[in-house]
């Protein structure tokens, strides 16, 4: 009954003009995840112009200002090497963002095509993937991204662990896999895909013409939430020192090793490296959120 | 806003006064607030109910008589929904300024409510029992002993056997029917003095359709409760409503008794309804009479007479709003023109359908199909799971530029076989033998070239297009993909189908959402036309749209025919639209195939039991036919496909059963010249 | 009813299977040899001669399938093998330790979902208020912050506020009740909070759409009191997939403990995975990975048979 007052209410420009309304009609209804979404920018922008806004080098140590509370010089502060504080976070944001972005890139479309292909080929396929997807869930995301980390070292190609974004990615697989694999269950029961079967279409091109681009909601949802968790856990494993190595700045890295034998006589070492992972994570989960919440319910009054 | 009421008329439209009425609403306006601004749903609608009487509010979706119901209850979706003006009066208060806790108190107890979804309006963890004693201890403030006993009362009245036993299952284990006869039980609980039935059959089968209307009808007889039934059917307004209110764009056009109403309608609306609809009773007159156009926008709703824009007796003064007024003694219309009714109606046209080719040869043929999926027991170590007997031994042919009508009511089987001929799932076993070849066995090579010549319509048009696709590149994935046209071709060939199924060529540019029902039902035409098919699958094709837009479709369908020479499997479980269509019929039951006949034969002198319990159960828009028609119900569910009876299916249900029904299938045998019926008793 | 249950559990053998091949090949696909890395890393002399004799000594000159036999074995028997770091048996490392990590996790749990439950309940109920956004920007504030730093924040407001550090040693609660809660509160509450912001998520998401549903309109409609509808009818029916989300979170806690237990300076079953990973005993990380799949897989079927208790439609038959 709702659907049918929504629908007769609708109206369309063409394609261009409906994303733009799109978009104001979001800032409007979801004015958090608007701010999430800003705050990602902003952060984004900050990594990209690093080294135009700070004028210290992330990685030289300055044992003269060691150790030094936030001042008008170094305005968060300085670390047990020295280093300013604030510049670190700045090229830490680099770090997180790219590490966050990519992983949770790798592993969604990963997991996503594996959910589309169990979902629509169903049957032994399906179970199988499914068996499969069960054992790897098994182990505890950390657990994964650890043991990866720890089989295949380091591989860094133009100042990024490729292997650290593999092993972030992994755990996202089959997490993904499970999501999408639910979303694509519901678009297979639809009649147009038994219409483009019908039509004598090949089966990939049904899966990723007719299933792909209706599960892009869940999809998008997803990247988000996980670029997250993918913050997080490179936080984590920096922390634990089996991520981002000295002397690079990494965000979980400034938490671990020497900040925590001088947290005590300086606690702004851990006090801002936290509260940018928070702050990033929120942003993503806020904007991720209202993703949902604005995406789902188009057609309920 | 309603224009000026007359002097003579009763205050607000209520025609029996105050006292007389048990329930009577008036100039109830509701709000909706949707992100493209407010849309009044419910525009100034009045009418009302006596003690003891069945009311019918009909219209079409979007109309907005659930929302009046809802209205009514106060149980309108917040934040969204709102009461913007009106009275409701029951028993002398109005229902709208009264208290929550008082309106919660009647809610249940005087006025109930039976919904359309029995599948989803039972709460599935909590068992029958705890949800039929809420009301009586919420209300009556019954002991738990007592409502217990009161309980399994109530699901004895209703029908269900072994009552005390089924209080303490959940509602998963009920079918559809049996969930909405427990809904009424709850809503008889605590002898209300009026029930709303919003679309109470809609979702069910007809034999089962027949079976709630019969217990409605007899529980309102017997403990003199009055009745709102809110429905789309006029063969069910014909059937049970004493009266009726006809609704459009949220307002009410048309009201009076029902015998008036069917036998001379007073707006134009109502009558474009009554002849558009497909009868069972009527000779088969060729086209059906449609409404052309859409409902509007009520948005922004037209100025003047809502219907106006639709309406073939349009003159100047309706630019003004018609407001309802009294027509004669009993009865009002809200048109300029309703004095003229119905003597300006346009003689019904009678368009002769062309005979069905006979001269061409046999195009399809079916030969003892089998289909049984296999549901594998949970777990590694369950047992060795059961067999669902979807479909067995069906046998039939369909000839060139014909349309082969294959009805049933759910679970009988009839969309597997549209699947199994499209092979969208592999048969068991049997032949399906296409211009000679056999689709059943045919490798992914022929089966691609196969696809070509066999197309398919689905049911639900909300979800047979790919949302994602702009509708233009629906009906040109095909030209490209598949004939391989180049992209000019394409796009003069994408026009060409367009105004075929009558579409504007501007359509191209829209996407599914964009469209209303009938509109997307039609690119969906285009769609399967764009192969150039010779043979179509219509799986329950027009089910879905309302009736106006429906006839629309099924004139369109006929034309096609007559024009490309296409022959159509028509899938449905309407009986009424199969008949307008199909020049031959089968009827299924339970998977298997139970009389085959010419269409007129079939519907004239239909020869096995089941075929008769169906026509029974189809009401007709015909009040006077109707209260002359015998009231033969179905008794009975539905078996279970897992566990189907030995022997006939049907024996469980038939009214002519013996002992030997049990012991063999009875084979389909030519009992008359073209006439099959599966049937030991004929 | 049983039958339901020994399916269950037939149906954890192939995935805990599965875990075990796959840790087992896992760990001897690593480039270079596993010995020599460890051996190296403990900075001991590294030459062919005790290479070899190391191998001997842990049984990896065998043919793969003898290992894999013997892994297997050793699994159903309890044998976990025996720690290339501490020399000790597996299965006593960790036996040691678990008590610490459990109660911490079981702690983490009840804090959780006493917080969990009704604020998720409430933020459905007064969905777009004021309410709702605060415990919204409260359950994404949990989701965003690591619980390891959160740790460290609680340790350092505890040393600079109160002048009191936690306790480093630990006392079993019936030991000691006070000490251990004066010890285990701090970390319970880190990873808590994350946990109880996750399950709040889900509960609120689940009223909302129960809600929503046909039979909630049904039994207003049938005059049962707004609170009745909200108790009654839809929070029973919201909390079954909050019950699978507090389960499968339960299993997921152990990754938050891993980190967490570093900045506590716990010494649990997280701690030890760390060091064990660091110091490349890839026999304790063998049967570390196996044990927390076992965890998860058991707790995963707690989950499932709790539904079946709570969801008459998962039963088989009526």
Known sequence: MSATIAGLARSGPGAFGRFARGAGRFARQQPLGTLGLLVILLMAAAALGADLVSPYDPEAADFAAMLAPPSPDHILGTDSFGRDILTRLLFGARTALTIGLASSFLGCAAGGLLGLTAAYWGGRVDMLLQQLVDIILAFPIIVLALVVVALVGRNTVAGIDLNLIAAIAVPIVPRAERVIRAAALGVRAMPYIDAARAGGYGDGYIILRHMAPNVMAPFLVLLSAYVAQAILLEASLSFLGLGVTEPKPAWGLMLSGDSANFYQEAPWMILFPGLAISLAVFAFNLFGDSLRDWLDPKFRT | MSGVTT?????????????????????????????????????????????????????????????????????????????????????????????????????????????????????????????????????????????????????????????????????????????????????????????????????????????????????????????????????????????????????????????????????????????????????????????????????????????????????????????????????????????????????????????????????????????????????????????????????????????????????????????????????????????????????????????????????????????????????????????????????????????????????????????????????????????????????????????SVQAQVINLLAELQARLGLSYLFIAHDLAVVRHLSHRVVVMYLGRVMEVAARDALYAEPLHPYTQALLDAVPVPDPAMEATRPRRVLGGELPSPLAPPSGCVFRTRCPCAVDACAEAVPPLREVRPGHLAACIRI | MLSFIIRRIALMVPTLLGVAVLTFFLLRVVPGDVVEVKLRSDGASVTQATVQAERVRLGLDRPLVNQFGSWMGGLVTGDLGTSMWTGRPVSQEIGVRLSLTLQVAVMAAIIAVVIAVPLGTLSALFRDTWLDYAVRIFTIAGLAVPSFWLGMLIVLSLLTVFHWSPPVTYTPFWRDPVQNMSQLIWPALAVGYRYAAVVARMVRSSVLEVLREDYIRTARAKGVWESHVVVRHAMRNAMLPAVTVVGLEFAFLIGGLVVTEQVFNLNGIGRLFVEAVTRSDFVLVQALIMFLALVFVVTNLVVDLLYGVLDPRVRPGA
Not at chain 2, 25 to 50: I, K, M, N, P, Q
Not at chain 2, 86 to 100: H, N
Not at chain 2, 214 to 232: F, K, Y
Not at chain 2, 516 to 527: E, K, L, M, P, T
């Open chain 2, 7 to 547: 002097a003579e008329a009763p205050p607000d439209g209520n025609r029996l006064g105050p006292m007389a009425s048990l329930l009577a609403v008036e100039e109830l306006r509701v709000d909706f607030r949707t992100e493209a601004g407010l849309v009044r749903a419910v525009d100034g609608v009045s009418w009302c109910v006596a003690p003891g009487e069945t009311l019918a509010l009909v219209g079409e979706s979007g109309c907005g008589k659930s929302v009046t119901a809802l209205a009514i209850l106060r149980l309108l979706a917040r934040p969204a929904g709102r009461v913007s003006a009106g009275r409701v009066l029951f028993a002398g208060q109005d229902l709208l300024v009264m208290p929550e806790a008082d309106m919660r108190a009647i809610r249940g107890r005087d006025i109930a409510m039976v919904f359309q979804e029995p599948m989803s309006s039972l709460n599935p963890i909590m068992t029958i029992g705890a949800q039929l004693i809420e009301p009586l201890r919420i209300h009556l403030r019954m002991t738990p002993a007592a409502a217990r006993a009161r309980a399994a009362d109530l699901l004895r009245m209703v029908g269900i056997s072994d009552a005390e036993r089924r209080l303490d299952q959940h509602p998963h284990v009920f079918s559809g029917g049996m969930r909405q006869r427990i809904m009424i039980a709850i809503a008889l609980a605590c002898e209300p003095k009026l029930i709303i039935a919003d679309e109470p059959t809609t979702a069910l089968d007809v034999t089962i359709q027949a079976q709630i209307l019969e217990l409605l009808r007899d529980v309102s007889q017997r403990l003199g409760i009055a009745l709102v039934l809110i429905t789309h059917n006029l063969g069910i307004v014909a059937r049970y409503a004493d009266r009726l209110a006809v609704m459009y764009a949220g307002r009410v056009v048309e009201e009076g008794s029902a015998a008036a109403v069917f036998a001379a309608p007073r707006h134009p609306y109502t009558a474009g309804l009554l002849r558009s609809v497909p009868r069972l009773d009527h000779a088969r007159s060729g086209r059906l009479d449609t409404i052309e156009g859409l409902p509007p926008n009520l948005l922004h709703p037209p100025p003047g007479c809502r219907f106006a824009p639709r309406c073939f007796a349009r003159i100047p003064v309706c630019e003004s709003d018609p407001a309802l007024r009294p027509i004669g003694s009993d009865r009002q219309a809200a048109c300029h023109r309703a004095e003229e009714m119905p003597g300006i109606l346009p003689p019904v046209p009678v368009h002769a359908i062309g005979a069905p080719a006979t001269e061409g040869g046999s195009l399809l043929e079916v030969r003892d199909l089998v289909k049984r999926f296999h549901v594998p027991a949970p777990g590694l170590f369950g047992g060795r799971g059961a067999t669902v007997h979807a479909v067995e031994d069906v046998s039939f042919s369909v000839r060139r530029g014909e349309t082969l009508g294959l009805v049933g009511e759910s679970g009988c089987g009839k969309s597997t076989v549209g699947r199994l001929l499209l092979r969208l799932t592999d048969p068991t076993s049997g032949s399906i033998l296409f211009d000679g070849e056999n689709l059943a066995t045919a490798g992914p090579a022929a089966m691609r070239a196969m696809r070509r010549r066999i197309q398919v319509i689905f049911q639900d048009p909300y979800s047979s297009l790919n949302p994602r696709m702009a509708v233009g590149d629906t009906i040109a994935e095909p030209l490209r993909k598949r004939l391989g046209l180049g992209s000019a071709a394409t796009g003069r060939r994408c026009a060409e189908l367009l105004d075929q199924v009558g579409l504007p060529v501007s359509m191209a540019e829209r996407f599914p959402h964009q469209m209303s029902g009938g509109q997307r039902q039609r690119v969906g035409i285009a769609r399967a036309l764009a192969m150039e098919p010779d043979f179509i699958v219509c799986d329950e094709a027009v089910s879905a749209l309302d009736v």
